[in-house]
């Protein structure tokens, strides 16, 4: 799909490089370093919205006119709990023993941002997909932990990785939204910069 912008692209995720990769877009990529906490006050999908767009604004200082940012953020939530990113490979476990034998919330906010006149202009979307884990036994978290070093992952774990394709049961929502990028949700947004 050719636009009419040039994409920068607003993370050092290679997952969501690939995504964009898999859309016949060209980009560039910028990685931002931001502080992710949220106001305790905003829901689940605002969270999601709000640190998307933190991370847009961050992008847009980078931006010159024509170009198009985009930025995302992929959340999991467990009871009104959210799971960050773990620190080490103790609190990854933690998070793994929880998420075993339940389900949980993957929400991702995804954000495109332009420059107007020295302003940036955000459009969002957010997506709720919901997951479903069979029981992990504590060898399995282990290896999991140990040979995928799941730190940069929320919910210290990848869909796509081992221990998504053993004992995850099922999913209800986008599977690439899991992933890292709800590819639907963005496609949409960029229809109205094809050429």
């Known amino acids: 799909m050719e636009l009419t912008h040039d994409i920068v692209l607003g993370s050092q995720s290679p997952r969501r490089a690939d995504f964009l990769t898999s859309l016949g877009l060209n980009f560039r990529t910028l990685p931002l370093d931001i502080d992710e906490s949220a106001p305790a006050h905003l829901s689940r999908m605002e969270v999601a919205a709000y640190v998307s767009e933190l991370k847009a604004k961050a992008l847009s200082i980078h931006l010159e006119s ?88 929320a919910g210290a774990y990848g869909i796509q990785e081992w221990i998504g394709s053993g004992f995850i049961k099922r999913i209800e929502g986008n599977y690439n939204s899991v992933v890292g990028l709800d590819t639907a949700a963005l496609f949409k947004l960029l229809l109205p910069y094809r050429k």
Request: aromatic share 10%; charged share 20%; hydrophobic share 35%.
């Open 66 to 153: 024509g170009q198009l940012g985009i930025t995302s953020d992929t959340e999991v939530w467990q009871n009104n709990h959210r799971f960050g990113k773990p620190t080490d490979e103790t609190s990854a476990r933690e998070m793994l023993v929880a998420l075993s034998g339940t389900s949980h919330e993957v929400i991702s906010g995804l954000t495109l941002v332009t420059m107007e006149n020295g302003t940036p202009l955000l459009t969002t979307e957010t997506s709720l997909v919901t997951v479903y884990f069979s029981e992990i036994p504590d060898w399995a978290i282990d290896y999991y932990v140990q040979h995928y070093q799941p730190f940069d992952k």
